[in-house]
């Protein structure tokens, strides 16, 4: 079993819909980290959480330390959001292995 | 965005060959990673700097090493580049382990 693991793998969704990005881990943290992959292959930071919820635009993530998950939101999708989305454990180094998202107009 | 930089962006190589990949960063983080990137494993950690000449093994280090001889500077070297070494390469850079990472463009290299 991974010790982090995203659901789902894939996901496709219409312009304008509210899309929620799963990630579960079985270690213990100090903190989790949500990043994007373009698909130029470019990797930049989303967010960094250790507890509750933080918001960027239009994108949300909650977590849950109790629980060991943590969702990445975002509202009012867009094309250009269309995106590998991966969560990481980074103080373990330690990855999961990605949610493409397609966001089609 | 981070100053950070690889080189080359492209290689493709023969088997048996040795390959050296170059990170280089212009924030001073004392940390500086190189993971590879494969379909269906996500980034996996490779070797990982805390320091200079401080290095550590991470989870896929078999047939690579490293050298830090400046801040600024992280090497990955492949003694002798294997088929199963074709990925994509990317280096990072954080303040602290725990801190938010950097990435590179990456690298990607094709071992035939």
């Known amino acids: 079993k991974n010790e982090v693991e995203q659901s789902p793998q894939n996901l496709t969704a219409q312009e304008g819909e509210f899309i929620t990005i799963n990630c579960s881990y079985s270690v213990g943290i100090s903190a989790l980290h949500w990043l994007q992959q373009h698909p130029g292959g470019g990797i930049v930071s989303l967010f960094m959480?250790?507890?509750g919820k933080k918001k960027h635009g239009r994108l949300i993530a909650t977590i849950n330390i109790q629980e060991k998950h943590s969702s990445l939101h975002i509202t009012a999708s867009h094309p250009r959001d269309s995106a590998v989305y991966i969560c990481a454990v980074t103080d373990k180094l330690i990855f999961g292995t990605g949610t493409r998202l397609q966001v089609f107009p | 965005d981070a100053g950070i930089t690889q080189s080359p962006r492209h290689k493709v190589t023969e088997t048996g060959t040795p390959v050296t990949l170059r990170c280089h960063q212009t924030?001073?983080?004392?940390?500086m990673y190189w993971y590879r990137q494969d379909p269906g494993h996500g980034l996996r950690l490779i070797h990982y700097s805390y320091g200079v000449k401080d290095t550590d093994k991470g989870e896929v280090s078999d047939g690579y090493s490293v050298s830090r001889s400046k801040t600024e500077d992280f090497l990955l070297t492949l003694e002798s580049a294997t088929s199963s070494q074709t990925s994509v390469y990317f280096c990072?850079?954080?303040?602290?382990?725990?801190?938010?990472?950097?990435f590179g463009p990456g690298t990607r290299l094709l071992v035939l």
């Open positions: 959480l250790s507890s």
């Open positions: 924030e001073n983080h004392r940390y």
């Open positions: 990072a850079i954080s303040d602290r382990v725990s801190e938010t990472q950097y």
